[in-house]
């Protein structure tokens, strides 16, 4: 079992930045990749980046690329997700997963929340 929990989200303007995190705790070994995922109002959850654990291997979906950069901790079991230059469009609540093999893990989100 892994645990996953967001944190970092909040209301911020158009054009700044936040940086959410994802810690996780369990059976952290089982782990071989971690990703966020957003869900906007009306919208299917989409994935927005994803790092494996034990490379530098990292995609990120095209709306984000330049902007996003996701990280990970492994001394500390969390993974980071640096936004910049936020829009509007990237106001969505946030979500952690974790995966190995055929078993995966979900966070409960954190809200991020672009506006003026």
């Known amino acids: 079992q892994v645990d996953l929990v967001e944190s970092g989200g909040g209301l911020v303007q158009p054009g700044g930045s936040l940086r959410l995190s994802c810690a996780a705790s369990g059976t952290i070994f089982s782990i071989n990749v971690m990703a966020w995922y957003r869900q906007a109002p009306g919208k299917e959850r989409e994935l927005v980046a994803s790092i494996l654990t034990n490379s530098d291997s990292k995609y990120y979906t095209d709306s984000v690329k330049g902007r996003f950069t996701i990280s990970r901790d492994n001394a500390n079991n969390t993974m980071y997700l640096q936004m910049n230059r936020l829009t509007p469009e990237d106001t969505a609540v946030y979500y952690c997963?974790?995966?190995?093999?055929?078993?995966?893990?979900w966070g409960r989100g954190t809200l991020v929340t672009v506006s003026s």
């Open positions: 997963k974790a995966a190995g093999g055929l078993v995966y893990y």
